[in-house]
C-alpha cells in the first residue's frame, strides 16, 4: 500500500485484479475475513478532479500496522474500500483524519489516523512522509511517521504553511517559481507565472499549466503521447540526461510572490521513471509532468516527495515541506507533535519548533511519566487482520469534545455541494469496476512494483521490524 495525502480511507485491490501475464494480483478477499461488515457500493472520489476510479465495495473490517508479524495497534471497524480494476493494483493507505458520512449510516464513520489518536496509539492528528528514493545510495525507503516526524531524513527550515479553507484541499501552496539546470537548453525557467498546487502523494504525477509542460518538453526534449497523455523520453536523450544530471528547483511559497518561502531541488533521477503494463506493453522511459486541464488540477504528486519531507499538523491547521536528506546508515530521530490540547508537566520536555510547525512538538519519549503513543513507519505492509469480530464492536466515537474531528462528507462525482453525503450506489451485482487509463508505474521487468517509485528493475519490498520502547511507543526500524 502506498500513503495517501489527500485520502483518509484504506483502499485496496479486491478480486478481479490481474497482472500482464494474467495471473491474479495480490488481492483482499472479504469472504475470508471473520470481521469484514459490508456497507455497500459507493463512489471513490479519490482524486476525482484527476482521473475516475469508478465504484468502491465499503465495508468494516479489523486492520492492523504489522511488518513481519511484528507487534502493532490493531483498530476495529475501521472504514476498507475494494476496488476491482486491472489498472489499480497497490492499496491507498489514507492519511487524513476527515470522517467519512455515508448515505447508510446516520452518524460519520471515523478515519483510521483519528481512531488511532482516541486509542492513544498516537499523540496527535499529524504525520511525517517522504516517498523514498530508489536512485539514491542502496534505494532509500520511504518513511511515514504517524503522530510526529523524524528529523535524520530533512534539512529543517522556517517557512510554514497554513492550511487551505478548501476542507479538500488543505495541503495547497503557491509554487512561484520552477527553474532547471545543466538541462539539454541549459538553465532557463519553466514556469511563466506563480500557480497554487495541491501536494498529493496518490499519485506520481505533476499536474502543471499546459505552457509549463511546453518548456518542459523543450528543456529535455520529451514526447509527447497522445495516446496516453504522457511524455516520453527516447534512448538517445535519456542517456544524454543521465549523463547531464540536470537539476529542477521547485520554489515554494505561502503567496504567489514574495514572503516566506523554500527551495526543493530534484535531480533527474527523480523524473527518470518507466511505465509498463497496464499503459505499455514494455517498459518505457517517462517524465512524470502532466497538462492539467484547469487551475483545479495543479498537483504536486508522489514524484516530488521523493526529495521532499512533508509534516502535516492537522492539530495547528498548518504544514512543511523540507528538503530531504540521504545518509548512510542513518538513525532515525523521531520527534513527536503534542495534541492543541496537551498540557505539559513541570517535569516534561520542553517544546521545540522546528521547520514552521509552531509549538507543541516535543522529544518522543515519557511526559510527566506517561507514554503517548508513537507508530513510526519505514515501508509498510497492512494487513487486514482475520479474527473472529467481537459481538460488542467499540464504536471510536466522541463523547466529551476532546477529540472532535473535521467531518468530511463525500459526494458523488459531478456533485458541487460539499454537504452531500456519499450515496450508496445501486446494487446491481459486483463487476468489474472501470479504473483510470493510468494508474500506479510498474519498474521495467516487473510484473507488479512494491516500491515507492519505479525506476529500476527490482522490487523493493521494504523490510522492517518493530523496536518496542515502551507501552503504547514504537518505532519500526530499518533492517537494510
Same mark, same amino acid.
Given at each position: 500500500?502506498?500513503?495517501?495525502?489527500?485520502?483518509?480511507?484504506?483502499?485496496?485491490?479486491?478480486?478481479?485484479?490481474?497482472?500482464?501475464?494474467?495471473?491474479?494480483?495480490?488481492?483482499?478477499? $472479504?469472504?475470508?475475513?471473520?470481521?469484514?461488515?459490508?456497507?455497500?457500493?459507493?463512489?471513490?472520489?479519490?482524486?476525482?478532479?484527476?482521473? @475516475?476510479?469508478?465504484?468502491?465495495?465499503?465495508?468494516?473490517?479489523?486492520?492492523?500496522?504489522?511488518?513481519?508479524?511484528?507487534?502493532?495497534?490493531?483498530?476495529?471497524?475501521?472504514?476498507?474500500?475494494?476496488?476491482?480494476?486491472?489498472?489499480?493494483?497497490?492499496?491507498?493507505?489514507?492519511?487524513?483524519?476527515?470522517?467519512?458520512?455515508?448515505?447508510?449510516?446516520?452518524? %460519520?464513520?471515523?478515519?483510521?489516523?483519528?481512531?488511532?489518536?482516541?486509542?492513544?496509539?498516537?499523540?496527535?492528528?499529524?504525520?511525517?512522509?517522504?516517498?523514498?528514493?530508489?536512485?539514491?545510495?542502496?534505494?532509500?525507503?520511504? $518513511?511515514?511517521?504517524?503522530?510526529?516526524?523524524?528529523?535524520?531524513?530533512?534539512?529543517?527550515?522556517?517557512?510554514?504553511?497554513?492550511? $487551505?479553507?478548501?476542507?479538500?484541499?488543505?495541503?495547497?501552496?503557491?509554487?512561484?517559481?520552477?527553474?532547471?539546470?545543466?538541462?539539454?537548453?541549459? @538553465?532557463?525557467?519553466?514556469?511563466?507565472?506563480?500557480?497554487?498546487?495541491?501536494?498529493?502523494?496518490?499519485?506520481?504525477?505533476?499536474?502543471?499549466?499546459?505552457v509549463a509542460c511546453d518548456l518542459f518538453q523543450q528543456a529535455f526534449q520529451l514526447i509527447y503521447d497522445n495516446d496516453t497523455d504522457l511524455y516520453l523520453v527516447d534512448d538517445t536523450t535519456h542517456s544524454q540526461l543521465k549523463q547531464l544530471n540536470p537539476s529542477i528547483t521547485f520554489h515554494l511559497g505561502v503567496q504567489?510572490?514574495?514572503?516566506?518561502?523554500?527551495?526543493?531541488?530534484?535531480?533527474?533521477?527523480?523524473?527518470?521513471?518507466?511505465?509498463?503494463?497496464?499503459?505499455? %506493453?514494455?517498459?518505457?522511459?517517462?517524465? %512524470?509532468?502532466?497538462?492539467?486541464?484547469?487551475?483545479?488540477?495543479?498537483?504536486?504528486?508522489?514524484?516530488?516527495?521523493?526529495?521532499?519531507?512533508?509534516?502535516?499538523?492537522?492539530?495547528?491547521?498548518?504544514?512543511?515541506?523540507?528538503?530531504?536528506?540521504?545518509?548512510?546508515?542513518?538513525?532515525?530521530?523521531?520527534?513527536?507533535?503534542?495534541?492543541?490540547?496537551?498540557?505539559?508537566?513541570?517535569? @516534561?520536555?520542553?517544546?521545540?519548533?522546528?521547520?514552521?510547525?509552531?509549538?507543541?512538538?516535543?522529544?518522543?519519549?515519557?511526559?510527566?511519566?506517561?507514554?503517548?503513543?508513537?507508530?513510526?513507519?519505514?515501508?509498510?505492509?497492512?494487513?487486514?487482520?482475520?479474527?473472529?469480530?467481537?459481538?460488542? #464492536?467499540?464504536?471510536?466515537?466522541?463523547?466529551?469534545?476532546?477529540?472532535?474531528?473535521?467531518?468530511?462528507?463525500?459526494?458523488?462525482?459531478?456533485?458541487?455541494?460539499?454537504?452531500?453525503?456519499? #450515496?450508496?450506489?445501486?446494487?446491481?451485482?459486483?463487476?468489474?469496476?472501470?479504473?483510470?487509463?493510468?494508474?500506479? &508505474?510498474?519498474?521495467?521487468?516487473?510484473?507488479?512494483?512494491?516500491?515507492?517509485?519505479?525506476?529500476?528493475?527490482?522490487?523493493?519490498? &521494504?523490510? $522492517?521490524?518493530?523496536?518496542?520502547?515502551?507501552?503504547?511507543?514504537?518505532?519500526?526500524?530499518?533492517?537494510?
Amino acid at each position: 500500500m502506498l500513503p495517501s495525502t489527500q485520502s483518509q480511507e484504506i483502499i485496496v485491490p479486491i478480486p478481479g485484479v490481474y497482472t500482464s501475464h494474467g495471473t491474479q494480483s495480490t488481492v483482499f478477499q $472479504s469472504n475470508l475475513s471473520s470481521t469484514w461488515v459490508m456497507n455497500g457500493l459507493f463512489v471513490l472520489d479519490l482524486d476525482a478532479n484527476l482521473v @475516475s476510479l469508478g465504484e468502491g465495495l465499503y465495508g468494516f473490517d479489523t486492520v492492523v500496522l504489522e511488518i513481519d508479524n511484528s507487534a502493532g495497534p490493531t483498530l476495529q471497524r475501521q472504514i476498507v474500500a475494494g476496488i476491482a480494476a486491472k489498472e489499480f493494483y497497490l492499496g491507498v493507505f489514507g492519511l487524513g483524519p476527515e470522517s467519512s458520512n455515508f448515505s447508510t449510516f446516520d452518524d %460519520p464513520q471515523l478515519s483510521f489516523l483519528t481512531s488511532l489518536e482516541i486509542a492513544n496509539e498516537i499523540p496527535s492528528l499529524s504525520y511525517g512522509y517522504t516517498a523514498g528514493a530508489a536512485y539514491r545510495l542502496d534505494k532509500v525507503v520511504g $518513511s511515514l511517521t504517524l503522530g510526529g516526524y523524524d528529523t535524520s531524513r530533512f534539512t529543517p527550515n522556517e517557512v510554514s504553511f497554513p492550511f $487551505s479553507s478548501d476542507e479538500e484541499a488543505r495541503l495547497t501552496l503557491a509554487i512561484q517559481e520552477i527553474t532547471a539546470s545543466d538541462s539539454l537548453n541549459g @538553465s532557463l525557467s519553466l514556469l511563466p507565472a506563480g500557480i497554487f498546487s495541491l501536494i498529493d502523494s496518490s499519485l506520481p504525477y505533476i499536474w502543471l499549466p499546459t505552457v509549463a509542460c511546453d518548456l518542459f518538453q523543450q528543456a529535455f526534449q520529451l514526447i509527447y503521447d497522445n495516446d496516453t497523455d504522457l511524455y516520453l523520453v527516447d534512448d538517445t536523450t535519456h542517456s544524454q540526461l543521465k549523463q547531464l544530471n540536470p537539476s529542477i528547483t521547485f520554489h515554494l511559497g505561502v503567496q504567489l510572490a514574495g514572503g516566506d518561502s523554500v527551495n526543493i531541488v530534484l535531480p533527474y533521477g527523480a523524473f527518470d521513471l518507466q511505465a509498463s503494463y497496464p499503459i505499455y %506493453p514494455n517498459a518505457t522511459n517517462y517524465f %512524470p509532468i502532466r497538462r492539467a486541464a484547469n487551475e483545479t488540477q495543479y498537483t504536486i504528486g508522489r514524484a516530488f516527495l521523493q526529495e521532499a519531507y512533508l509534516i502535516a499538523d492537522y492539530e495547528r491547521s498548518n504544514f512543511s515541506v523540507s528538503q530531504a536528506v540521504f545518509e548512510d546508515n542513518y538513525i532515525a530521530q523521531i520527534v513527536r507533535i503534542d495534541a492543541a490540547n496537551f498540557t505539559s508537566s513541570p517535569t @516534561s520536555s520542553s517544546s521545540v519548533n522546528h521547520h514552521g510547525i509552531s509549538g507543541g512538538a516535543t522529544a518522543g519519549v515519557a511526559v510527566g511519566g506517561i507514554i503517548v503513543g508513537l507508530l513510526s513507519m519505514v515501508g509498510i505492509r497492512f494487513f487486514l487482520q482475520r479474527r473472529q469480530r467481537r459481538k460488542n #464492536q467499540q464504536q471510536y466515537k466522541s463523547t466529551d469534545g476532546v477529540h472532535e474531528v473535521p467531518l468530511f462528507e463525500k459526494h458523488e462525482l459531478g456533485h458541487q455541494d460539499a454537504t452531500q453525503v456519499k #450515496q450508496e450506489v445501486e446494487d446491481t451485482g459486483l463487476v468489474e469496476v472501470e479504473g483510470s487509463r493510468i494508474q500506479e &508505474m510498474e519498474c521495467a521487468g516487473t510484473t507488479l512494483a512494491s516500491s515507492e517509485l519505479p525506476g529500476s528493475n527490482t522490487e523493493n519490498e &521494504m523490510e $522492517s521490524s518493530v523496536v518496542p520502547y515502551h507501552r503504547g511507543l514504537y518505532e519500526l526500524a530499518d533492517t537494510r
